[in-house]
């Protein structure tokens, strides 16, 4: 049902502006995953950077789904359910938004 997630992308605006990178972003539908643990997230400044990255790609069009380490081990057909939802609901959006995202090469 979900077209391929996308590690880490490289994200840009259409005027190719850099954007911040989600843990996992579905092109298609604008939809980025990210997993937001207490060991990254929980001091002020973390909390505020998380913030201010959440609304730069919310400005351009793309939906920010968030997931804690806990809750994908505990409740994993819940995330997916998340996921399958929000990609169905926005499937094709990700053309109108003008967010390009280039897939990271492992190495």
């Keep these: 049902m979900l077209g391929g997630i996308l590690w880490n992308p490289r994200l840009s ?7 911040p990178t989600p843990d996992g972003y579905l092109a298609d539908c604008a939809v980025a995953l ?10 002020p400044n973390d909390w505020a950077r998380t ?11 793309v ?7 806990a ?3 505990r409740e994993p057909g819940r995330v997916r359910r ?13 053309a109108v938004t003008g967010v390009r995202a280039e897939p990271i090469s492992p190495g």
């Design 13 to 19: 605006a259409a005027d190719g502006t850099r954007l």
């Design 34 to 43: 990210e997993v937001d643990s207490r060991e990254y997230h929980l001091s």
């Design 51 to 61: 913030l201010d990255r959440h609304n730069e790609l919310s400005r351009h069009g």
């Design 63 to 69: 939906l920010i789904l968030h997931f804690t380490p």
């Design 71 to 73: 809750q994908i081990r």
């Design 82 to 94: 998340t996921v399958e939802d929000a990609y169905a609901a926005r499937r094709g959006l990700g």
